[in-house]
């Protein structure tokens, strides 16, 4: 019977921030220190649609006529995505929503002008989840939007910028998990 350890056992919350974006190729932090220098908060997040990490699996099934099973399962392809819905109003959400550069706030005020044309924004995604001594994280050096959500503007409900990231490959890898325990 395999050891069995409560303390393995993680919640999904952020204490803290918890999901920042960066330029592309922006160095994750090391061990349980928290990112900075050029990793920007998009903010919070929506309680109702939390981020979510995902892998897109495709397979090709190699079979023969004398027998009825598979003989062997290739890879095709792993993609892996981060998505969640952003509530807050700032310039590195917005920018991230848009699939802009994020803009020069002046202020508290900033613009961005609207592209139907050029090539997405590349950047770095970094989520962190923290429950009492355990920290995960996961890290995309190279991360493209994928997908941007309806937003609706509903009276009494906060407004969310739903938005899904697709890792890039990066020399075989498109990004890094790590479980860290935190030093008490």
């Not at 050029?38 to 995902?54: A, L, M």
């Not at 598979?70 to 969640?84: E, G, H, P, T």
């Not at 952003?86 to 803009?103: C, H, R, Y």
């Not at 139907?116 to 770095?124: L, V």
Request: charged letters at 20%.
């Amino acid at each position: 019977m395999p050891d069995l350890d409560p303390a393995n056992i993680v919640v999904g919350i952020s204490d803290g921030p918890g999901l920042w974006v960066g330029a592309a190729d922006t160095v994750a932090p090391v061990g349980e220190a928290n990112p900075g220098g050029s990793w920007i908060s998009v903010g919070y997040i929506s309680d109702d649609e939390t981020p979510t990490v995902s892998q897109d699996i495709s397979t090709e099934d190699i079979t023969a006529w004398q027998t009825q099973g598979v003989l062997r399962r290739v890879l095709n392809s792993r993609i892996f995505s981060l998505a969640f819905t952003m509530i807050e109003v700032n310039k590195s959400a917005m920018g991230l929503w848009f699939d802009q550069a994020t803009p020069t706030e002046t202020e508290g005020d900033f613009s961005i002008t609207l592209s139907s044309t050029g090539a997405q924004n590349e950047r770095a995604a970094l989520l962190q989840i923290q429950d009492g001594d355990q920290m995960l994280r996961f890290w995309f050096p190279r991360a493209v939007l994928t997908e941007a959500g309806d937003v609706s503007f509903e009276k009494g409900t906060p407004t969310g910028y739903p938005v899904k990231l697709t890792a890039l490959d990066v020399n075989g890898s498109p990004g890094v998990f790590e479980r860290i325990t935190i030093a008490a």
